[in-house]
């Protein structure tokens, strides 16, 4: 369990090309939630590449929050809607689910991308950029990519070592960090929006990895690992 998280100071929201549209499904960083002392402020990363790809396939806005108007000092709220309510009776079963604590002290911000408020409705996500992790921290992982590979994880249980390696010539990413099991066979990725920061930690620090659990719909399977990231050598195990 996470019992004493950093808190998030700076998520992403991503966008991936919906399923049975055909195609590569891409997943694209479109805005950004910024920790602020009223809770985040919100905008849409318009001016970069991402963006503009998402609009070319097929990005509309999200829901409540208009594209041409912003920064929002309300979308938190908006986005909260993702998950349950504090004071629903399912709440603590929530938590749990990722690996959450209900006793330590969550910021909204922060529950977004620590669970990464993924719905089975639509194909938005939060993404933790990890700005100002500078000391040891666990984090839960949801495997990308674990549909096309659930093939090799026959066996394989919560609690089992996994490798993180990085696969340099890969193709689409060249910081694509690759789930290993024991064996070799490969599981998925780690997020590419978060792969160059992890290799980052590789070198400076260490990390350890294992599986978390499994779940998801029967068309879309979810694997997590649950990570003991230290990054810097030098630091103290918290």
Request: a negative charge; proline letters at 5%.
């Amino acid at each position: 369990m996470i019992t004493n998280p950093i808190q998030t100071q700076r998520a992403l929201l991503t966008w991936q090309t919906p399923l049975g549209t055909g195609g590569e499904r891409r997943r694209h960083a479109v805005g950004e939630l910024v920790a602020a002392d009223d809770g985040a402020r919100f905008r849409y990363l318009s001016d970069t590449a991402p963006f503009r790809a998402a609009m070319a396939d097929g990005f509309e806005g999200y829901t409540g929050i208009d594209l041409e108007t912003g920064p929002y000092e309300d979308a938190l709220a908006i986005l909260l809607r993702r998950q349950p309510s504090s004071d629903r009776p399912e709440y603590d079963h929530f938590l749990h689910t990722f690996g959450l604590t209900p006793d330590a002290a969550w910021s909204g911000l922060s529950l977004l991308a620590y669970t990464g408020a993924r719905l089975a409705g639509d194909s938005f996500s939060i993404t933790e950029t990890f700005d100002g992790f500078d000391r040891p921290f666990r984090y839960i992982f949801d495997v990308a990519g674990f549909r096309r590979f659930m093939a090799a994880a026959a066996g394989l249980e919560a609690g089992d070592d996994v490798s993180l390696v990085h696969q340099p010539d890969n193709a689409h990413d060249q910081n694509a960090v690759q789930v290993l099991r024991e064996d070799g066979q490969c599981l998925g990725y780690i997020n590419r929006l978060q792969s160059e920061r992890l290799l980052g930690w590789q070198r400076s620090g260490s990390i350890s990895a294992k599986v978390f659990r499994f779940n998801g719909r029967p068309t879309y399977p979810r694997l997590f690992l649950i990570a003991d990231i230290n990054p810097n050598k030098l630091a103290k195990a918290a």
